[in-house]
Nanobody, 122 residues
Framework: VQLQASGGGPVQPGGSLRLSCAASGRSFSGITVAWFRQAPGKEREFVSALGGTGMARYYADSVKGRFTISRDDAKNSWYLQMNSLKYEDTAVYYC????????????????WGQGTLVTVSS
């Protein structure tokens, strides 16, 4: 089982990026998937989660209104559209799945991608 996160890179403040997480080895259709991030010197923090039916979406207050999570079960993938990026969004972003606990707690997730770096800089 493998999650491959991609789409990170440098971006100017106010810009946009779309992160992708491609899963392989098993289907993640119908289960909660999520994005977390970790800035230098900080703990990993919750960004967004999407329920198995695609109806329930959860966002950290810091990204609400700017980020959108989505999924394509046919491609066994999920995405994070990030708009109006700010300096404080700079971090390594991780996709995660297989939740057994609170959706916003990183310890609840058992499968993780390797991370993709987003750098917001002018």
């Amino acid at each position: 089982v493998q999650l491959q996160a991609s789409g990170g890179g440098p971006v100017q403040p106010g810009g946009s990026l779309r992160l992708s997480c491609a899963a392989s080895g098993r289907s993640f259709s119908g289960i909660t998937v999520a994005w977390f991030r970790q800035a230098p010197g900080k703990e990993r923090e919750f960004v967004s989660a999407l329920g198995g039916t695609g109806m329930a979406r959860y966002y950290a207050d810091s990204v609400k209104g700017r980020f959108t999570i989505s999924r394509d079960d046919a491609k066994n993938s999920w995405y994070l559209q990030m708009n109006s990026l700010k300096y404080e969004d700079t971090a390594v972003y991780y996709c995660a799945a297989d939740r057994y606990g609170s959706y916003d707690n990183p310890t609840s997730y058992h499968v993780w991608g390797q991370g993709t770096l987003v750098t917001v800089s002018s």
